[in-house]
DNA sequence: AAGGGGTGCAACCGCTGCGGG
DNA sequence: TCCCGCAGCGGTTGCACCCCT
């Protein structure tokens, strides 16, 4: 569908009329244009074709930039802002309009699973395209792609290092940046932890021992709680908006989980029909398993939850948004030699590759409504269920699963306790207790990880 | 045929980084 | 060193059009 928001030339003198005259037109500044150019407020909404012109000639005659001074020397009753982006994405010559094609689109998908949501970025590589263009593009897909249960990269997506962005994007509130560059040095301190981390196959050990490391350096854990909690079999979203925001999934390269394995294959085991994916553990799957029959116990801190959407609880470490994680290169630079480096899909073709992926069998029905969402369909999930499956059998501590109304005083931060089962009295084991964290910060559980003795 | 929800594009908003005074 | 303005970026929203019931 392509549409085009310029009205005609009748619409100049409606505009104008309303920016005159209506009452309502005080509304339609825009905040973030608050200057009034020649004493006439700035005009906000589609443009029309005169002002289009009027834009066109301006930059012929005086060149991009300096967009502040458009209103100043044009009849233009727009913001600098509004004038640049009018320009960049629909008047600058040389724009590719138009649907992606095929190959577009495998770019754009590869480019994000190693750069995250760098939209200009990408637009540096897709010549003709802008980053609206393309964000939009990849908003649509997410959307699709949930919509249809499907994971976001097709399997034959190369996610080669365990990179994730250095951006580290605050909230808008209490940040400051200093703080961000603090977490982003965090952040790579940790990143060179958890590829240490995937290069043990002791996967939960290695895992929740990193975790450890990293829940000292909150609010790094959360990263890694994220990853492990949302990304490793779901789609791992919370909606704050229209489109469910996206976190790229974060696992070990097929490299460096010695084969085979993937994002893919893993998740579609998980979903196999013959299996709940609600009640399966850890130690179910082939990989995760065998080496360490650990146990996991969630405690859950349901009174962070309001209607199952999104914790909404206090942040614990401040409000502070976390950039999510990806297999990304921090930088460009980090992509171009990547894309220099890295042969084509081996597969026919990576898009196909996405088409005939879309057999994973439908979202099973979820009868909790209580603590999570479809959307946070995720490993956390996962344990959650189990852990309360068990918590109802055995209503102990000292069992496998342990579900608290989260008001106790509870270990958190990878505090670790030797504590011995008692209702069987047959497994006395360490237990490793983390606190999970969500994709927005909040602390909404704590697991329980006992490692036998 | 109608209308309500879905979809996709365009534009806005808020924030950050940077450079100049 | 601090402040201010500008450019740019990413997230979010508005709205016209589409599609299904």
């Given at each position: 569908m392509?549409?085009?928001?310029v009205t005609d030339?009748s ?7 309303i920016?005159?005259?209506?009452p309502?037109a005080?509304?339609?500044?825009g905040?973030?244009?608050t ?15 005169t002002e289009?012109?009027?834009l ?9 930039g300096?967009w ?12 600098g802002?509004s004038?640049?982006?009018r ?7 040389n ?7 095929k190959?577009e689109?495998?770019l754009i998908?590869e480019?994000?699973a ?6 200009a970025q990408?637009?540096e590589?897709l010549?003709g395209?802008?980053d609206?263009?393309i964000k939009n593009?990849?908003?649509?897909r ?5 919509r249809?249960?499907l ?7 190369h996610?080669?290092d365990l990179?994730?962005?250095q951006e ?6 209490n940040?400051?940046?200093?703080d961000?560059?603090?977490?982003q040095?965090i952040?790579q301190l ?7 981390l ?5 996967f939960?050990?290695?895992?929740f ?8 350096l909150?609010?790094?854990a ?7 909690s949302?990304?490793?079999l779901?789609?791992?979203a ?5 489109y ?10 097929p490299k460096?989980l ?5 994002l893919f294959n893993?998740r579609?085991?998980f979903?196999s029909?013959?299996k709940?994916?609600r009640?399966?553990?850890i130690s179910d ?5 065998n080496h360490?029959?650990s146990?996991?116990?969630i405690?859950?801190s349901?009174h962070?939850?309001?209607d199952?959407?999104v914790?909404?609880s ?14 990304q290169y ?5 992509f171009d030699q ?9 597969q026919?073709d990576l898009?196909?590759?996405?088409d005939t992926?879309?057999q994973?069998?439908?979202p ?7 603590c999570?969402s479809?959307c946070d ?8 269920h189990?852990a309360?499956?068990?918590?109802s ?5 000292s ?5 608290t109304d989260?008001t106790?005083?509870?270990p958190?931060?990878?505090?670790t306790?030797?504590i011995t089962s ?5 497994s006395s084991?360490?237990?490793?207790v983390?606190s999970?964290i ?10 329980y990880l006992r490692?036998?003795?």
């Open positions: 392509s549409y085009t928001m030339e619409d100049d003198a409606m505009y104008s009329s920016y005159n005259e209506s309502s005080a509304d339609n500044i905040s973030g244009c200057s009034r150019g020649k004493g006439s407020v700035l005009k906000k909404g589609p443009w029309t074709s289009d012109g009027i066109i000639d301006y930059v012929k005659r005086h060149g991009e300096n502040n001074t458009v209103q100043k020397h044009t009849s233009l009753a727009r913001c802002k004038c640049r982006l320009w960049a994405n629909h008047l600058r010559p724009l590719k309009k138009g649907a992606f094609s190959e689109e495998q998908v480019m994000h190693r750069m995250g949501n760098k939209w990408m637009a590589h010549p395209r802008t609206n263009e593009y990849w908003n649509t997410i959307k699709r792609r949930q249809a249960g994971p976001l990269y097709p399997p034959g997506t996610v080669e990179h994730w962005s580290y994007h605050p909230s808008t509130s940040v400051t940046g200093v961000r560059r603090r977490h040095d952040l940790a990143n060179s932890k958890a590829n240490v995937f290069d043990d196959l002791n939960a050990n290695v895992l021992e990193d975790l450890n490391f990293a829940t000292s909150l609010p790094v959360s990263h890694i709680s994220d990853m492990f949302c990304n490793m779901g789609t791992g919370s909606s704050s908006s229209r469910e925001s996206y976190t790229p999934p974060i696992l070990p390269s460096q010695g084969g085979s394995g993937s893993i579609q085991e979903q029909p013959q709940n994916p009640s399966c553990s799957h082939p990989m995760y398993g360490h029959q146990d996991v116990m405690q859950d349901h962070t939850f309001t199952g959407m914790p909404t206090k942040p614990l470490f401040g409000a502070v948004k976390l950039e999510l994680p990806s297999f921090s930088e460009a630079s980090g990547w894309k220099t480096t890295t042969p084509s899909p081996p026919s898009l196909d590759s996405v992926y879309i994973s069998p439908p099973l029905e979820i009868d909790e409504p209580d999570f479809s369909t995720g490993l956390l999930d996962m344990l959650l189990e309360k499956i068990k918590a059998a055995k209503h102990s501590f069992s496998t699963a342990c579900i989260g106790q005083d509870v958190r931060g990878g505090e306790h030797n008692g209702a069987g009295g047959n084991g360490e237990i490793k983390y999970l969500g994709c927005k910060g909040t602390v909404f559980g704590v697991l490692v036998p003795l």
